[in-house]
Nanobody
């Protein structure tokens, strides 16, 4: 499975961005998907995850109510709609495929990061 994240960019605080994660190679329809982020000098942290069929989702407390995760298995793609962005959301965002959880160690496949920068 190869994952390609895209959609990052520079946005003002309060703005919105939509990240995408496209999968190629093996289908991801039977795998959970997740988003993680890593700010400079910090460890990679969990953002959100979605079960294989989209029926269950998890969010970190820091993004709950502002971010929405979704997936389209027919397109082998996952999305992260980010609203009400804050400067502390600035980070490289990574998508991953694996076992449904908030623990990065359960995810086997990782995409490259897409950079999100939120200006104040």
């Amino acid at each position: 499975v190869q994952l390609q994240a895209s959609g990052g960019g520079l946005v003002q605080a309060g703005g919105s961005l939509r990240l995408s994660c496209a999968a190629s190679g093996r289908a991801i329809s039977n795998r959970a998907l997740g988003w993680f982020r890593q700010a400079p000098g910090k460890e990679r942290e969990f953002v959100s995850a979605i079960s294989w069929n989209g029926g269950s989702t998890i969010y970190s407390d820091s993004v709950k109510g502002r971010f929405t995760i979704s997936r389209d298995n027919a397109k082998n793609t996952m999305y992260l709609q980010m609203n009400s962005l804050r400067p502390e959301d600035t980070a490289a965002y990574y998508c991953a495929a694996g076992v449904y959880s908030s623990n990065k160690s359960t995810y086997t496949y990782w995409g490259q990061g897409t950079l999100v920068t939120v200006s104040s």
